[in-house]
C-alpha cells in the first residue's frame, strides 16, 4: 500500500513497524483522513508525532480532540486508536458500542490485527473525537 506521508518523521514511525501492523495501521491511518475529509467543519488534518506515533490533530479548525495511533505494547498482534483520556470520548463508545470494540481504560479502542475492522464503528468515534470541542460548546 503506497502512502503519500508528507511529515518525514511520521513516515519513518510507520517505516518502523513490522510489515504486518504496518499495514493495519496504515488502513486505520486512511481511515482518519478519510472521515475527517467527509465532516463538515473538521478542515485540514495535521499529520504529526506524539509520543512516537503518528498523530492527527485539527490544528486550523480546532474543532476536536487529537487521535493517535499505534501497537500495544503489550501485545505484538494489536494495535490502538487513542484518544485524549481526559475527555469523555472513551466511556461514551463503551456505552454505545460495549460489544462491537475492545478498550484499553479510557484512552484507548484496542484492535487486533487477526480481526477485519470494525469501519462503521469506528467512523463513528473518529468523527466524534475530530468535533469533540465543537459539540461541547
Same mark, same amino acid.
Given at each position: 500500500?503506497?502512502?503519500?506521508?508528507?511529515?518525514?518523521?511520521?513516515?519513518?514511525?510507520?517505516?518502523?513497524?513490522?510489515?504486518?501492523?504496518?499495514?493495519?495501521?496504515?488502513?486505520?491511518?486512511?481511515?482518519?483522513?478519510? @472521515?475527517?475529509?467527509? $465532516?463538515?467543519?473538521?478542515?485540514?488534518?495535521? !499529520?504529526?508525532?506524539?509520543? =512516537?506515533?503518528? &498523530?492527527?490533530?485539527?490544528?486550523?479548525?480546532?474543532?476536536?480532540?487529537?487521535?493517535?495511533?499505534?501497537?500495544?505494547?503489550?501485545?505484538?498482534?494489536?494495535?490502538?486508536?487513542?484518544?485524549?483520556?481526559?475527555? @469523555?470520548?472513551?466511556? $461514551?463508545?463503551?456505552?454505545?458500542?460495549?460489544? !462491537?470494540?475492545?478498550?484499553? =481504560?479510557?484512552? &484507548?479502542?484496542?484492535?487486533?490485527?487477526?480481526?477485519?475492522?470494525?469501519?462503521?464503528?469506528?467512523?463513528?468515534?473518529?468523527?466524534?473525537?475530530?468535533?469533540?470541542?465543537?459539540?461541547?460548546?
Amino acid at each position: 500500500m503506497k502512502e503519500d506521508i508528507e511529515n518525514a518523521d511520521v513516515a519513518r514511525a510507520f517505516a518502523a513497524y513490522p510489515p504486518p501492523l504496518r499495514r493495519k495501521l496504515l488502513v486505520l491511518r486512511r481511515l482518519v483522513l478519510d @472521515t475527517a475529509a467527509a $465532516t463538515p467543519g473538521v478542515g485540514e488534518i495535521e !499529520e504529526t508525532l506524539k509520543w =512516537g506515533e503518528p &498523530a492527527y490533530l485539527t490544528s486550523a479548525s480546532k474543532s476536536g480532540s487529537t487521535l493517535r495511533l499505534g501497537p500495544v505494547k503489550s501485545s505484538p498482534s494489536q494495535y490502538a486508536l487513542y484518544f485524549n483520556c481526559k475527555t @469523555t470520548l472513551v466511556d $461514551t463508545f463503551r456505552t454505545l458500542f460495549p460489544v !462491537e470494540l475492545r478498550y484499553e =481504560g479510557n484512552r &484507548a479502542i484496542v484492535l487486533d490485527s487477526a480481526e477485519a475492522l470494525p469501519r462503521d464503528a469506528l467512523v463513528f468515534c473518529i468523527t466524534a473525537a475530530l468535533t469533540y470541542h465543537r459539540r461541547k460548546s
